[in-house]
């Protein structure tokens, strides 16, 4: 069990450093002004390509949804800044959806060798022995919100979780996060410190509170 709370504590502590950074940032003002102003500089580069600079930000969030040492949340208000809050939850959430359904199918055998390389064995054994292809949709759902990105896509892969429950397990359990990188990003553009700690220890909650929830299911006989 102690594997189990290792696990779901990464996310945890991931989403608490992030905001840690971007309230030190945010706080600074000289800090935060030479942030933006490479903000500023980054986003015209990006509108004299937009379709390759959209693609690529859309295989960033994919590879992060993918790979526990890559994150594209530093991107993210660059995009703001480029295409908006609506274009940017559209295309962060469509790349974290296509990032797990891949994690899925190379769990599920379809990239069968990858699997090894991309993320430890023992760090899905522990929930690969208490779940199975039949657990309840509400189980798998706290399992996307409670631990790292990365990992339920393949652990549902392994198992062989029916896949449209699964899309629609990994389109919902992004929602939130997606939405929430987004008011993050915004607050941090605009400098705005409250606003952003409200919405990053709201995050931390959520996290908290599945992670919690989904330890008493997998003790429960």
């Given at each position: 069990?102690?594997?189990?709370?290792?696990?779901?504590r990464r996310?945890l502590?991931?989403?608490?450093?992030?905001?840690?950074v971007?309230?030190g940032?945010?706080?600074?003002?000289?800090?935060h002004?030479?942030?933006?102003?490479?903000?500023?500089?980054?986003?015209?580069?990006?509108?004299?390509?937009?379709?390759?600079?959209?693609?690529?930000?859309?295989?960033?969030?994919?590879?992060?949804?993918?790979?526990?040492?890559?994150s594209?949340t530093?991107?993210?208000p660059?995009?703001?800044h480029a295409?908006?809050?609506?274009?940017?939850?559209?295309?962060l959430?469509?790349?974290?959806?296509?990032?797990?359904?891949?994690?899925?199918?190379?769990?599920?055998?379809?990239?069968?060798?990858?699997?090894?390389?991309?993320?430890?064995?023992q760090?899905?054994?522990?929930?690969?022995?208490?779940?199975?292809?039949?657990?309840p949709?509400w189980?798998v759902?706290?399992?996307?919100?409670?631990?790292?990105s990365?990992l339920?896509?393949?652990?549902?892969?392994?198992?062989?979780?029916r896949?449209?429950?699964?899309?629609v397990?990994?389109?919902v359990?992004?929602?939130?996060?997606?939405?929430?990188?987004v008011?993050?990003?915004?607050?941090f553009?605009?400098?705005?410190?409250?606003?952003?700690?409200?919405?990053?220890l709201t995050?931390?909650?959520?996290?908290?509170?599945?992670?919690s929830?989904?330890?008493?299911?997998?003790?429960a006989p």
């Amino acid at each position: 069990m102690m594997e189990e709370r290792e696990t779901s504590r990464r996310r945890l502590i991931g989403a608490l450093l992030l905001l840690g950074v971007l309230v030190g940032l945010t706080a600074s003002g000289a800090a935060h002004a030479m942030v933006t102003e490479a903000i500023a500089v980054l986003t015209g580069m990006l509108a004299r390509h937009p379709i390759a600079a959209i693609g690529f930000f859309v295989l960033l969030a994919a590879a992060s949804a993918m790979l526990t040492f890559f994150s594209s949340t530093v991107l993210i208000p660059v995009a703001l800044h480029a295409w908006g809050a609506p274009a940017t939850f559209v295309l962060l959430w469509l790349g974290w959806l296509a990032g797990g359904v891949i994690a899925y199918g190379v769990g599920r055998g379809a990239f069968g060798p990858l699997l090894g390389r991309v993320v430890p064995r023992q760090r899905i054994a522990a929930y690969e022995r208490r779940l199975s292809a039949d657990t309840p949709i509400w189980v798998v759902l706290l399992l996307q919100l409670a631990l790292p990105s990365e990992l339920p896509g393949y652990l549902l892969g392994t198992l062989r979780y029916r896949f449209a429950r699964y899309l629609v397990v990994v389109g919902v359990g992004e929602l939130p996060f997606a939405l929430g990188s987004v008011f993050l990003g915004e607050s941090f553009l605009r400098g705005d410190t409250v606003t952003l700690v409200v919405v990053g220890l709201t995050g931390l909650v959520l996290i908290g509170l599945a992670a919690s929830v989904l330890r008493r299911r997998l003790k429960a006989p």
